[in-house]
């Protein structure tokens, strides 16, 4: 089997500090991006004017979830927004909540990575090769033998007992979420072991997490068979993935960082998840603001979402025809077309010309 062990090394199960010389926690801050707490605000379905009450105690300004920029907030301002957000939404069970939302697209370029691995080890190495980058104060570590491998998370932060039973149950979840978007479906073979007490909304676990747990234990872990770290990627497009989310980034980087307007905004939320996964409420949502409100300001930008949305597939498109041996079918897939017909008939309204014509002028330059 396959241990994924979680462990709280500076915890006892009251929350209070441990005695551990080997890792304690560190006098400097630790900065994550602010998307997760952008992530939160849109669980919570916050509008703008609401935003304030949700980063209360943190000292920062609304307007860094406004921006939809990668800037950097602490640890301990994280923590205390998901402790806000644990009141806001009368929620005890928020850790779960949060986890569920923290698909592999919320890590940036670290979850696409991990999903265009050629099997399931790799991509839980890849997320331990590069997890610290985007969560500097987790650290994931990936040891194998004749019956287990063996995923351990570290974190140095201190937090209370229910901050660190929520940053635990997001673990649990952001690891799930990994293998099952990996396989292709749910994960219900896993056996999951955490060493806090049952609390009192136990019985929702059930709604997010997809195999048995049981609490009390004298370790945090989810077991998984064995034979699952070497099953291969089901996509078959490793390649197609890795250059898709190449481009986007590629892109993302000339969308102005600082630029709160509403075009930019959502430009800059489409290349952060992949492509045809979304729509214009999800995309309103995330931005805090009506489906109408949206279409409002973009109109008064003179813009519109569907004219953002076919530029960046325009440009995907072409990028991909010219720069890549990719097929017509398998970029219509990355670009989120079920059908490819669909999607020459689009570049053909984009671009005038179909393709493989594109392809063929392209080749020629």
């Not at 990994?178 to 749910?186: A, P, Q, V, Y």
């Not at 569907?306 to 025809?321: E, Y």
Request: aromatic share 8%; with cysteine; charged share 25%.
């Amino acid at each position: 089997m396959i241990t994924l062990l979680m462990r709280r090394s500076f915890f006892d199960t009251k929350g209070s500090l441990k005695d551990n010389n080997r890792m304690q926690p560190d006098s400097e801050p630790y900065f994550i991006p602010s998307s997760y707490s952008r992530i939160i605000a849109r669980e919570l379905g916050l509008l703008e004017r609401d935003l304030s009450k949700l980063l209360a105690g943190t000292g920062l300004a609304p307007e860094i979830l406004l921006a939809g920029d990668e800037s950097r907030i602490t640890g301990e301002q994280q923590l205390r927004v998901m402790q806000n957000a644990r009141v806001l939404g009368n929620a005890p069970d928020f850790g779960l909540r949060m986890g569920r939302q923290l698909q592999p697209s919320a890590h940036g370029p670290i979850g696409y990575v991990a999903l265009s691995s050629p099997d399931l080890l790799t991509a839980l190495m890849s997320l331990r090769d590069f997890l610290p980058i985007r969560i500097p104060f987790a650290y994931l570590t990936v040891e194998q033998d004749d019956r287990w491998l063996t995923c351990k998370v570290d974190y140095r932060l201190r937090a209370d007992a229910t901050q660190s039973r929520m940053l635990l149950e997001c673990f649990v979840l952001v690891l799930q979420s990994l293998i099952e978007s990996f396989l292709g479906r749910k994960l219900t073979e896993a056996l999951i072991k955490l060493n806090y007490e049952s609390p009192d909304y136990a019985a929702s676990y059930g709604d997010y997490i997809h195999s048995l747990v049981l609490f009390n234990q004298e370790e945090n872990c989810l077991q998984i068979p064995v034979a699952m770290g070497a099953e291969l990627n089901p996509s078959g497009e490793t390649d197609s993935h890795a250059a898709a989310r190449s481009l986007c980034a590629r892109l993302l980087e000339e969308v102005p960082v600082t630029s709160l307007s509403m075009s930019d905004r959502v430009k800059r939320y489409l290349l952060a998840q992949p492509v045809g996964s979304v729509n214009e409420e999800d995309v309103a949502r995330s931005l805090f603001v009506s489906k109408r409100t949206l279409a409002r300001r973009l109109q008064r930008e003179g813009s519109g979402y569907r004219q953002i949305r076919d530029q960046i597939l325009a440009t995907m498109s072409s990028h991909h025809l010219r720069d890549s041996g990719l097929s017509v079918e398998s970029i219509a897939a990355l670009l989120g077309y079920h059908d490819s017909a669909n999607f020459r008939r689009a570049f053909r309204r984009w671009h005038g010309v179909s393709p493989q014509e594109f392809r063929q002028q392209s080749k020629r330059q």
